[in-house]
């Protein structure tokens, strides 16, 4: 009898455990996506940003050819 009741007292142990990491994990989880889910990463950049890309008038066989030169 002492047996059994040192295994169960011993998965009661890692079974409290098991709960209580994954509890904290889960809430730890939840607290990073409310601070990153009002983030907006697509904002218009502010201060002296510059456009790097200007698209060039190019007529399309010739973006065509480079495709396939390229591979680009």
Known sequence: MTRWYQY????LK???????????FYYGL????????????YDQPG???VEVFQPEDTHWLDRLS???????
């Open 14 to 24: 890692v079974f409290l455990i098991f709960v209580l990491c994954t509890f904290f």
């Open 47 to 49: 201060g002296n940003a």
């Open 66 to 72: 480079i495709f396939f030169r390229l591979g680009e």
């Open 8 to 11: 169960f007292k011993e998965f």
């Open 30 to 41: 939840r607290l990073m996506h409310e601070e990153y889910e009002n983030f907006h990463r």
